[in-house]
């Protein structure tokens, strides 16, 4: 196990994911550092061949779309995903559209996040997988019985790669 970063919380991963939908800031993207995470882009490359994968995420005023698309562009992972969508408050309408437009059933999708109480909470409660990137600034913001308990906790980004 690489990095000894996987920590499994829920069951097993027995079902076939279709997609697997990331976060972007602190998740891909390190906003201390204003740069991609550096396992980023490997992983990226892993998953693409077997995946779908898409980005969603809340856009801060101070960071806008447009700019988070120029960065993805520049780094040159763009072409990864199949989906790209941002929005200023509304992540669960936004990660509702993703399974409606790339077909896939909540048991189907990973998500992957920083973050318990945004797209850990959707999945957990639409029955998907759950990855907890668990780190940097909200790596104490644990879960609760709202949330429900992520599938899988991680420290690195790269432990996606033993898991998927």
């Keep these: 196990m690489a990095h000894g970063s996987v920590l499994r919380n829920g069951v097993p991963l027995s079902s076939k994911p279709k ?10 993207y390190d906003r201390e550092g204003e740069r991609f995470f550096l396992e980023a882009r490997e992983v990226l490359e892993y998953l693409r061949p077997k995946y779908r994968l898409a980005i969603v995420s809340i856009a801060n005023e101070g960071d806008p779309p447009e700019a988070r698309l120029k960065a993805l562009e520049e780094a040159g ?3 990864h995903f199949s989906m790209i969508l941002f929005h200023t408050k509304d992540k669960d309408r936004l990660l509702d559209r993703v399974l409606q437009e790339l077909k896939v059933k909540p048991g189907e999708l990973v998500l992957v996040d920083d973050r318990v109480k945004r797209s850990i909470a959707w999945g957990n ?5 759950t990855i907890w990137l668990r780190k940097g600034k909200f790596a104490r913001e644990l879960p609760d019985e709202e949330t429900g308990t992520p599938t899988y906790t991680i420290k690195h980004l790269s432990a996606l790669k033993e898991l998927l």
């Design 77 to 79: 992972i763009r072409q």
């Design 19 to 28: 997609a697997v939908i990331f976060d972007y800031g602190r998740t891909l």
């Design 125 to 129: 409660k639409r029955g998907a997988i």
